[in-house]
């Protein structure tokens, strides 16, 4: 599940028309500190996952905690496969973009399914999403939606602060962010 989030996310950072909403908010960090975005990944996957400790309290699972060695490997993962799609080599036709975009919403909610269908470890960006959606009882899929929407947001006001301009955060983003909870739920 997380070489296929991770791959989804290098296909949206190779469509060069706006990165996956849970990587929004390190692709932004990685443009302004010298750390590659799978570093910047891991680190905010710390802060979610303490965020998560903060919101579920004795209901976290312990073996939840296995999200720390996990996000070390998605980090990895993110470089990885970053490398793999030569990711750096945007395509210059926009519909190439486009497809390229639409190829990473659904591998990224397949990777999210193939975790959730385990159930047992999640990468913190799911397990954000699942802990809110446990303690306000909604659905996996309409949290998902909230949460992408929000750090979206996010990323893009610090990308405003830092550069004067939105980086990072365009359509494929927006798409991504109303299509991969819903995806998820059709998995």
Do not use: H
């Amino acid at each position: 599940g997380l070489f296929f989030i991770a791959l989804g996310v290098s296909f949206a950072v190779k469509a060069g028309i706006g990165i996956s909403p849970i990587t929004s908010i390190p692709f932004v960090v990685s443009k302004i500190a010298p750390l590659t975005l799978g570093t910047c990944v891991f680190i905010f996957n710390v802060v979610l996952f303490v965020l998560q400790i903060i919101i579920l309290r004795k209901r976290f699972e312990k073996i939840q905690y296995m999200q720390l060695p996990l996000s070390i490997v998605f980090g990895f993962f993110t470089d990885f496969t970053k490398w793999m799609v030569m990711a750096d080599k945007i395509p210059d036709a926009y519909i190439i973009k486009l497809i390229y975009t639409i190829i990473g919403c659904f591998i990224i909610a397949f990777g999210i399914s193939c975790a959730l269908i385990a159930n047992v470890v999640l990468n913190p960006g799911d397990g954000i999403v699942k802990a809110v959606a446990t303690v306000t009882e909604k659905k996996f899929g309409n949290v998902k939606v909230a949460i992408d929407v929000t750090l979206v947001l996010i990323a893009s006001v610090l990308s405003f602060i830092a550069f004067k301009n939105v980086d990072g955060i365009r359509e494929g983003t927006v798409i991504a962010a109303v299509t991969i909870g819903f995806i998820v739920k059709a998995y």
